[in-house]
């Protein structure tokens, strides 16, 4: 069975702060996908990136970064200098198992709260 | 592009109720899922559906019931609502294909069971 644990139930920062949401996952797939979403105040789930089990490059988008390493199985998504807007529920997400890659497990989520 | 929709946004219903919650996409994507979202318990599997006329069940489909008639909605019935099943229900789609594995979530709908 899959499994995605974000350890991290609340995370408070200061603005400016630099933040790290870490992500553990389980799988005995060879071929998965991970994913970040972001679930502001007002409810909806954005997308952030997608990485597939081969690929295990950084990423760098303007102030997020994300670092996947399949040897710890952890998919970590970093802030970088973090802002109010910031502020928000992130779920790490896996795709595969019984399903194929038409549904996700997500992980419980990491609630970070950001101020000024 | 309206891509996932949902309605209601916001639904009260008595125990013992039925309704349908209603999904539809515009992108002609053939994998969509519902899932609940409770407080401290991330976001759940309930159905999905591979395609028209195929679904399966997720993690918590007990109370629940969905058919997939057409590529674009996939509606989701609860028979009998109970107080347990308040929470807050997502329609999600993805294209199925290699490197469409996104799956693309709906703004949700909101229901408490009295």
């Known amino acids: 069975a899959q499994k995605v644990t974000q350890a991290q139930t609340e995370i408070s920062v200061v603005e400016k702060e630099d933040v790290t949401l870490d992500c553990v996952y389980e799988t005995r797939d060879t071929t998965y996908y991970l994913f970040w979403y972001k679930q502001p105040p007002s409810g909806e789930l954005v997308f952030l990136i997608r990485r597939n089990s081969f690929d295990e490059q950084n990423e760098i988008s303007g102030r997020y970064s994300w670092n996947f390493q399949k040897s710890t199985s952890s998919f970590n998504f970093t802030i970088t200098a973090s802002q109010v807007v910031d502020s928000a529920v992130y779920f790490c997400?896996?795709?595969?198992?019984?399903?194929?890659?038409?549904?996700?497990?997500f992980g419980k989520g990491t609630m970070l709260l950001v101020s000024p | 592009n309206a891509g996932v929709t949902q309605t209601p946004k916001f639904q009260v219903l008595k125990t013992g109720q039925s309704m349908t919650l209603q999904c539809a996409q515009d992108?002609?994507?053939?994998?969509m899922s519902w899932y609940r979202q409770d407080p401290g318990m991330g976001l759940r599997l309930i159905h999905y559906?591979?395609?028209?006329?195929?679904?399966d069940q997720g993690e918590v489909p007990n109370g629940y019931n969905v058919s997939r008639s057409t590529t674009e909605d996939f509606p989701l019935r609860l028979l009998s609502a109970a107080p347990s099943q308040t929470s807050v229900y997502f329609c999600a789609s993805s294209g199925g294909g290699m490197g469409q594995e996104t799956q693309y979530f709906g703004p949700g709908t909101r229901l408490l069971v009295l």
């Open positions: 997400a896996l795709s595969g198992g019984n399903s194929g890659y038409s549904t996700l497990t």
């Open positions: 992108m002609n994507h053939e994998y």
């Open positions: 559906s591979v395609g028209a006329g195929i679904t």
